[in-house]
């Protein structure tokens, strides 16, 4: 039996593969590098309790796995409940990669939650830009989407049409809840990230769509280092932003003459068939 499970900072999305067929589940998300592993541990073992025994191989593809040594972290904490499972660790990157390009060559970019952006070949990342996280980078995220938004309403540069749409969505929004979230919630992140399904609602009002399409603009300014090399290259992207926002990224793409050719909202469903294949 083998398990697959793509695991951003916000949800993970696990896939297992049985002689059955397949199942698909969620849990929570887990970073390495800003989250703690108790509440996704718990889900977890919730969850596949009758199956842990049987698993022999585990793929984990997760947010915060940037190099060789964070991916033997991840795996001994892992080991903990897949005690007798060969286990893969690799990043989110290399998923959508796999999902996106399966082995052709390409850029791959995520923009969820957090933001990557990587050249693939052969099913691997063959060079990453580090995205630095949410505190010090993440442009174009949903953290960052998010955050740009929360500032300029409570500094009151937001129109008053949106301020009032938001604020009937979200009553209790101050700046201390915005501070309380900032300072106190576990994972901001998250919680801060959350509010893009607002902004994806808003879209359409001149206000909102500029601000995110600068936000759009900020991913690739920078994350991409104009390299001519890379403008011959397929683009595509995965994650909730790159979806919720398909048509801009699009075309900040096309500013730069880049040619983005796919958004997936999710990469499990062609991960799956890329495991399918390739073992």
Not at 137 to 165: C, H, M, N, W
Not at 167 to 184: C, G, M, Q, V
Not at 204 to 211: D, F
Request: proline residues 3%; contains cysteine; hydrophobic residues 40%.
């Amino acid at each position: 039996m083998k398990l697959i499970v793509d695991a951003g900072a916000t949800q993970a999305d696990w896939c297992l593969l049985s002689p059955d067929g397949i199942k698909l589940l969620n849990t929570v998300g887990w970073n390495p590098n800003s989250g703690t592993f108790i509440q996704f541990e718990k889900e977890v073992v919730q969850k596949f309790a009758d199956w842990i025994s049987e698993i022999d191989t585990l793929h984990f593809y997760g947010a915060g796995v940037a190099s060789e040594d964070r991916a033997e972290v991840v795996k001994g904490i892992l080991k903990s409940i897949f005690s007798d499972s060969e286990i893969h660790v690799r990043s989110d990157l290399t998923a959508s990669a796999r999902a996106a390009f399966g082995k052709e060559h390409g850029m791959i970019g995520v923009l969820g939650t957090g933001a990557a952006l990587g050249e693939c070949v052969d099913g691997e990342i063959v060079r990453r830009v580090p995205s630095l996280g949410y505190v010090l980078g993440d442009e174009g995220s949903g953290f960052y989407l998010a955050k740009t938004f929360i500032a300029a309403l409570l500094r009151g540069q937001v129109p008053e049409e949106v301020k009032k749409a938001f604020l009937f969505k979200f009553p209790d929004f101050d700046e201390l809840r915005a501070l309380d979230i900032a300072y106190k919630e576990d994972h901001p992140n998250r919680v801060i990230a959350g509010f893009c399904e607002f902004l994806s609602m808003q879209q359409k009002h001149p206000y909102v769509y500029q601000m995110v399409y600068d936000g759009l603009r900020m991913f690739f300014k920078s994350m991409y280092n104009n390299d001519p090399r890379l403008m011959d290259l397929k683009w595509r992207f995965t994650g909730s932003i790159a979806h919720h926002f398909d048509e801009m990224l699009r075309k900040v793409g096309s500013e730069k003459d880049l040619y983005i050719d796919m958004v997936l909202q999710s990469p499990m469903d062609d991960l799956i068939k890329y495991h399918q294949q390739y073992g």
